[in-house]
């Protein structure tokens, strides 16, 4: 937006309202291996879900391959990324840990 002055300049308005960032997904891979209770413990843990929340999607997982445990902005996003996968080598679990956005 531009405001014309009566002395001829003119002035450039600052923009003041941010575009929201961009939201990453946050998603847990099945596989064969990784317990199932260590799945639940990662989403009761790292993500802050209920034991009831983290069975539904610990199930998800299992049975569909895929599931979101939450949607962040990029540096949490890839945090969280990196502590599951931490966690789970920590533990010799194979857990695979993505984002992707959304
Ligand atoms: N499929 C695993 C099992 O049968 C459980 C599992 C669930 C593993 C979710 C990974 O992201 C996962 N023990």
Do not use: W
Request: charged share 20%; with cysteine; aromatic share 6%.
């Amino acid at each position: 937006m531009t405001d014309q002055h009566n002395d001829g300049t003119v002035l450039e308005a600052q923009q003041t309202r941010l575009k929201p960032p961009p939201m990453f997904k946050v998603l847990l891979l099945n596989d064969d291996f990784t317990p199932m209770e260590f799945v639940v413990a990662v989403l009761e843990q790292l993500f802050a879900k209920s034991r009831e929340q983290a069975t539904q999607i610990m199930l998800k997982v299992h049975l569909e391959g895929v599931g979101v445990c939450g949607v962040y902005t990029l540096d949490v996003a890839q945090t969280k990324v990196d502590q599951v996968t931490a966690f789970a080598r920590e533990n010799q679990h194979p857990l695979q840990c993505v984002m992707e956005e959304q």
